[in-house]
């Protein structure tokens, strides 16, 4: 069965930095290109980093390119996340299929179940 796990998430104050996790099982990460999405209440999912498959070239949305830094080692994608602000809180998944990197949710084909991030002082 294939299935999409994230973890990381939290509470964390203006000006922190969160590391979020996406592990995969039934079948091999490496294989796929991983997008992180997040959806804040009333608000529309959005594509925010995403790393590719085939090279490994990594994109980031301009609201939070130079803050959050999308990174894989074998079996696991990470979402290093910094400077986090205010308007960064969500529910965060991660997302898998095996083209190239798109923002557009409905192409991919496996997701997880998301994990929290609050940011609060």
């Known amino acids: 069965q294939v299935q999409l796990v994230e973890s990381g998430g939290g509470l964390v104050q203006p000006g922190g930095s969160l590391r979020l996790s996406c592990t995969a099982s039934?079948?091999?990460?490496?294989?796929?290109?991983i997008n992180w999405f997040r959806q804040a209440p009333g608000k529309e999912r959005q594509g925010i980093s995403c790393?590719?498959?085939?090279?490994?070239g990594t994109y980031d949305a301009d609201d939070v390119k130079g803050r959050f830094t999308v990174s894989r080692d074998k079996d696991t994608v990470y979402l290093q996340m910094n400077s986090l602000k205010p308007e960064d809180p969500a529910t965060y998944y991660c997302?898998?299929?095996?083209?190239?990197?798109?923002?557009?949710?409905?192409?991919?084909?496996?997701w997880g179940q998301g994990t929290q991030v609050t940011v609060s002082s």
């Open positions: 039934g079948f091999t990460m490496d294989w796929y290109t």
């Open positions: 997302a898998a299929h095996q083209d190239m990197c798109v923002r557009r949710g409905r192409e991919y084909d496996y």
């Open positions: 790393i590719s498959r085939s090279d490994g």
